[in-house]
């Protein structure tokens, strides 16, 4: 199975990634993760993405499309995959669906979770994250065990530099710009489902299972 997360930045596009993942046994491929395990690892990617992801702007579509068609030849891409945070242009999902017609394939799924800026905003500033296993937790509804440490790690919890309220707002300007048109784009294709991106963690999750089950 192959699905697309579409959202604003923020939306729990990678808490439901990794779920549906873990669910299908299929990885969860999140260009965002990528370039902060570039970032971390001090690549030469890694340097040229920093320079637009700290400015809440998005890395040019020719560096994201090279790592993501490198991503997809690993092995374990054969039965699917869900990608989170990719594509965000049109450039990008015109791309994307090309090389998977090179092989009769295509996207199955895009689905949209959908949630208001000002929700965004006020859970943006409350995430925490863990840098070096990538997983997200929240000051009030998705705390960690320990205060301020990751769960699964025991790396410590940070805000990330574009989680803060400056960038936020600047991501979802990008968002509304730059990759909302997609919406369009996989509704003219007949594939767009919309998830309630608001509530419970469960019941989105339980909403996108239906989808995917139906
Ligand atoms: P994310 O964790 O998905 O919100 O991504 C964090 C940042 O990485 C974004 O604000 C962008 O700067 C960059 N990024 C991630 N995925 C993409 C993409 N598909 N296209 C362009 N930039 C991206």
Redesign the pocket.
């Known amino acids: 199975m192959k699905l697309v997360l579409l959202g604003a930045?923020g939306a729990g596009k990678g808490t439901q990634a990794k779920r549906i993942a873990e669910n299908y046994n299929i990885p969860h491929i999140?260009?965002?993760d990528i370039?902060r395990e570039n970032i971390k690892n001090n690549t030469e990617l890694g340097q040229k993405?920093k320079a637009?992801?700290d400015q809440?702007?998005?890395?040019p579509d020719e560096l994201?499309l090279e790592l993501i068609m490198e991503r997809f030849k690993a092995p374990d891409c054969k039965n699917g995959y869900v990608l989170d945070?990719?594509?965000?242009?049109i450039p990008?999902a015109k791309a994307l669906d090309e090389a998977l017609e090179k092989n009769n394939d295509r996207i199955e799924y895009a689905i949209n979770v959908d949630v208001d800026d000002d929700v965004i905003i006020n859970r943006m500033s409350g995430r925490r994250a863990c840098l070096n296993c990538g997983r997200t937790y929240h000051v009030k509804t998705l705390r960690p065990k320990v205060e301020d440490t990751c769960d699964y790690c025991n790396s410590k919890l940070v805000l990330r530099d574009?989680d803060k309220p400056e960038t936020v707002k600047k991501?979802l300007d990008v968002y509304h710009k730059q990759t909302q048109p997609l919406l369009d784009y996989y509704n003219e294709k007949g594939i767009l489902h919309n998830v309630d991106g608001t509530g419970e963690i469960d019941r989105i999750y339980n909403d996108i299972i239906n989808i995917l089950k139906a």
């Open positions: 930045p999140s260009t965002g370039f993405a637009y992801m809440g702007l998005l890395v994201v945070g990719f594509p965000r242009t990008q574009d991501r």
